[in-house]
């Protein structure tokens, strides 16, 4: 008998986890056996739903490449593959609901289960077109992510990928996995988990079963919900009545952190304008570059122990310094990048939802020094985190809460549609997002395969066209980037610079002193 797998820690690496505002916990019902019927979305879930456009699905989840070797046999087949998710679908429960909607618009979408579940739906089978090759990789996972979901089912896809005879340094049977999901049902947190409970420990290890056989619950009757939706809607207003108070006191907390920020002219509050300010298309970009964990631990040890998202945002910055000094598109004023930072807490990430706050920090673009844009970001970091933790963790979540779904929906689609129907542009409040989707520690396997390499995607949205995603392995760190075709036309120049700094990095932490020992 196969030994049972134990349970997955949760894991944080560095000082923020992936991309979104904070969320309240999903609310949902329960019929008298104690057996959730239907959850409503939270109002930070519901707004992801808004902010999505045609040209700007709202996509996040990543790329394996993955070696047979290990699995039983040394062969996987696609029947496996189907059978072995099957064997995990209870691990994460929204990857079997999906949204509804009440027909007269009285509160947030619902998760409820799908009865017409189909994995086979979920889960698809290609090839790799010639010449096979790692940019032929990149290419197809451009086009993957490029492709909206299917709002009327479980919003996941997974992508079963063979034909990589021409990858360097993989044996010719390895095969890739892309898993994607939408924001409004799954946060990084989130994502990682339902991403993470599809993986092994070791090649043998199967996961606990389910208590009890699955079965979808009943769509509720209209009248029934139409009760549910206006009991709870009222429910909603007398706790967000209580949360006043706190409201007020993180929004006078936030202000006192920020006092310094609120003096300087309006103008100095934005972000410049770049090549990633404007709307995005319907074609995604995609790529990554990959850094052995030992040198980045020794380059960390070299500076002085920084804090490790503070160094790789050092890295990206001094990357778009030199990118956009090549195009001639440098300006005077820092770039600015909002980072994400998990909040859930002790709350259980396989019940999928937003739990995230976040903070602004100028990249230092300005600075030529990396040991000096190092210190600033750090600096910056610091002072983000502290406004962030001075706003409170649930701050936007009830302030969103405050406004019933009804007229909230209406005034950010109004909001999202008012640039393009006056023709008039957006003011820059960052410039890209930086998000850290850290994953357990240990080996990982999938079904038996062993996972060789790790990168991550997320969205791009209009006037935020630039996305990096840092992922990370026990041996490796990586740095992958979305964006679209006709803002980031030659990524491939631009993963060079990412790596390129990293080399300037390194060049001048070897002109430090040496560290002196603990």
């Not at 990048?337 to 019940?351: L, M, T």
């Not at 640039?419 to 994953?439: G, L, S």
């Amino acid at each position: 008998m196969r030994p049972r797998a134990k349970p997955r820690p949760s894991a944080e690496w560095g000082a923020f986890s992936l991309y979104k505002v904070v969320s309240p916990r999903v609310q949902s019902t329960k019929d008298r056996s104690g057996r959730s019927r239907m959850q409503r979305i939270s109002a930070s879930d519901a707004v992801f739903l808004d902010l999505e456009t045609p040209n700007a699905p709202l996509i996040i989840g990543g790329l394996f490449l993955l070696d047979p070797e290990t699995a039983p046999g040394s062969f996987v087949r696609h029947r496996d593959i189907l059978d072995y998710v099957e064997s995990r679908l209870h691990l994460a429960p929204n990857l079997r609901r999906k949204l509804v909607y009440h027909p007269l618009g009285l509160d947030e979408p619902r998760l409820i289960d799908d009865p017409d579940f189909d994995v086979e739906f979920h889960v698809r089978h290609l090839a790799l077109p010639k010449p096979r090759d790692l940019r032929q990789l990149k290419i197809l996972t451009s086009r993957l992510i490029s492709r909206p979901m299917d709002m009327h089912r479980p919003l996941w896809e997974m992508y079963v990928i063979e034909g990589l005879e021409n990858l360097e340094g993989v044996s010719s049977d390895a095969f890739a996995m892309l898993f994607k999901m939408h924001h409004a049902t799954f946060d990084g947190k989130a994502g990682g988990a339902a991403l993470w409970a599809f993986m092994q420990d070791t090649p043998e290890f199967e996961p606990l079963p389910p208590e009890k056989r699955w079965v979808p619950e009943r769509r509720p009757d209209l009248l029934g919900w139409t009760l549910s939706s206006i009991q709870e809607s009222a429910q909603q207003w007398i706790s967000n009545v209580k949360a006043l108070p706190s409201i007020g006191k993180g929004l006078a907390s936030g202000i006192h952190s920020t006092s310094g920020t609120l003096t300087e002219k309006p103008d100095k509050l934005l972000a410049p304008k770049t090549r990633f300010q404007q709307r995005v298309s319907t074609h995604r970009v995609w790529d990554f570059v990959r850094f052995e964990m030992t040198d980045v631990k020794a380059l960390r040890l070299a500076l002085g122990k920084p804090k490790m998202n503070d160094l790789l945002l050092t890295v990206i910055g001094g990357a778009l310094r030199q990118y956009l000094l090549h195009h001639d598109e440098l300006p005077d004023k820092a770039l600015q990048v909002f980072c994400p930072i998990n909040v859930r807490g002790a709350g259980d990430p396989n019940e999928g939802g937003n739990f995230v706050s976040g903070m602004r920090v100028a990249l230092g673009t300005d600075i030529d020094n990396p040991i000096e844009r190092l210190t600033k970001i750090a600096a910056g970091s610091q002072q983000g985190k502290a406004q962030a933790e001075a706003l409170g963790g649930d701050f936007m979540g009830d302030l969103l809460s405050l406004t019933p779904y009804p007229l909230r929906s209406r005034m950010m689609r109004s909001v999202m549609g008012f640039p393009e129907r006056f023709n008039v542009d957006a003011p820059a409040v960052i410039n890209t997002v930086v998000t850290n989707a850290p994953n357990p520690p240990g080996g990982h396997y999938f079904t038996g395969a062993k996972v060789l390499a790790y990168a991550g995607f997320g969205p791009v949205n209009d006037f935020i066209g630039l996305f990096h995603t840092i992922t990370g392995m026990d041996f490796e760190v990586t740095i992958s980037v979305t964006s679209c075709r006709e803002i980031l036309r030659d990524i491939g120049f631009y993963m060079t610079c990412i790596e390129t700094s990293f080399a300037d990095l390194q060049r001048a932490a070897a002109d430090l002193p040496a560290p002196k020992k603990a």
